[in-house]
């Protein structure tokens, strides 16, 4: 299998210029109906990414967009609100984060990798539930393989006030735990969902995390795969109900090694 494109990390610039997307822009609810499990997650004064959720209380998203990069450490959860079904200043449900937990194998301080891009997913729960029915969380899907399509949900620093679906993504190459694909990515998609069309209805089977180049130049995302990370994380939730996030140094690589997930406790 041809090796995987080397990615630059997306991050949320608002001051670029605006960029032509493909796709369909959701403006509205009605526009949007059966996707309003998908939110902006606003991180105080940096900007924003985009959220899934995936219980009625678990938001999954990219690990660094939850991580100051200059530090190294989590965001303060204080400072993040999650807008599900965001549009033009209203939103189906509006919640602030509780608390989170952010993949062990993520390193905020490491060059970038496709290692680090495989482990660049984060879960946070948020303080209130959202209300079902009106908003379903999705489930997520198994393996995909090159050939296969998927399709993304994603607000940028273009579309910051209604997200744009974009129906034809190509699964390109993929490892173990990265998917190279055809979608089309800005500054701002960061933790976009990527679903694939089952008969049962849309599961997702990654979360954007990068965007690079591919073969003879071509644009192409880079998304981790929820596979084996997001049952990880959602199991450690369930085991420790009560623990919280600190916003100390996360210090890749000094994780329990009896769990594949360490939370960050407030004496860390």
Same mark, same amino acid.
């Given at each position: 299998?041809?090796?995987?494109?080397?990615?630059?990390?997306?991050?949320?610039?608002?001051?670029?210029?605006?960029?032509?997307?493909?796709?369909?822009?959701?403006?509205?609810?009605? $526009?949007?109906?059966? @996707?309003?499990?998908?939110?902006?997650?606003?991180?105080?004064?940096d900007g924003f990414c985009?959220?899934?959720?995936?219980?009625?209380?678990?938001?999954?998203?990219?690990?660094?967009?939850?991580?100051? +990069?200059?530090?190294?450490?989590?965001?303060?959860? *204080?400072?993040?609100?999650?807008?599900?079904?965001?549009?033009?200043? +209203?939103?189906?449900?509006?919640?602030?984060?509780?608390?989170?937990? =952010?993949?062990?194998?993520?390193?905020?301080?490491?060059?970038?990798?496709?290692?680090?891009?495989?482990?660049?997913?984060?879960?946070? %729960?948020?303080?209130?539930?959202?209300? @079902?029915?009106? =908003?379903?969380?999705?489930?997520?899907?198994?393996?995909?393989?090159?050939? *296969?399509?998927?399709?993304?949900?994603?607000?940028?620093?273009?579309?910051?006030?209604?997200?744009?679906?974009?129906? *034809?993504?190509?699964? @390109? +190459?993929r490892n173990t735990r990265?998917?190279? @694909?055809?979608?089309?990515? *800005?500054?701002?998609?960061?933790?976009?969902?990527?679903?694939? +069309?089952?008969?049962?209805?849309?599961?997702?089977?990654?979360?954007?995390?990068?965007?690079?180049?591919?073969?003879?130049?071509? $644009?192409? $995302?880079?998304?981790?795969?929820? %596979?084996?990370?997001? $049952?990880?994380?959602?199991?450690?939730?369930?085991?420790?109900?009560?623990?919280?996030?600190?916003?100390k140094s996360l210090r890749?690589?000094?994780?329990?090694?009896?769990?594949?997930?360490?939370?960050?406790?407030?004496?860390?």
């Open positions: 299998m041809r090796p995987l494109a080397l990615a630059v990390l997306l991050a949320l610039l608002p001051s670029l210029a605006a960029a032509e997307t493909t796709g369909q822009r959701l403006d509205t609810i009605d $526009a949007g109906r059966g @996707l309003e499990a998908v939110g902006r997650l606003d991180l105080g004064h985009t959220g899934t959720l995936v219980s009625p209380t678990l938001v999954l998203t990219a690990a660094h967009c939850v991580v100051n +990069r200059d530090t190294g450490e989590a965001f303060d959860t *204080d400072r993040l609100v999650f807008r599900a079904a965001y549009r033009h200043g +209203r939103a189906a449900a509006e919640r602030r984060v509780r608390r989170m937990v =952010i993949h062990p194998g993520y390193d905020p301080s490491s060059p970038i990798t496709l290692r680090n891009i495989g482990n660049d997913l984060a879960l946070l %729960e948020l303080n209130v539930n959202v209300p @079902l029915p009106q =908003i379903r969380p999705f489930p997520a899907q198994g393996r995909l393989q090159p050939g *296969d399509s998927v399709e993304l949900l994603s607000y940028a620093h273009d579309r910051a006030e209604a997200p744009t679906l974009e129906e *034809d993504c190509e699964v @390109l +190459r990265v998917l190279e @694909l055809t979608c089309d990515v *800005d500054f701002g998609a960061s933790g976009a969902p990527v679903f694939v +069309r089952t008969a049962q209805g849309l599961r997702i089977v990654s979360v954007i995390s990068a965007m690079g180049q591919g073969e003879g130049g071509q $644009a192409v $995302a880079l998304a981790a795969t929820v %596979e084996a990370g997001l $049952a990880d994380l959602m199991g450690e939730f369930a085991r420790a109900p009560r623990l919280t996030v600190s916003r890749v690589g000094e994780q329990d090694n009896s769990s594949s997930i360490r939370f960050l406790r407030p004496d860390d």
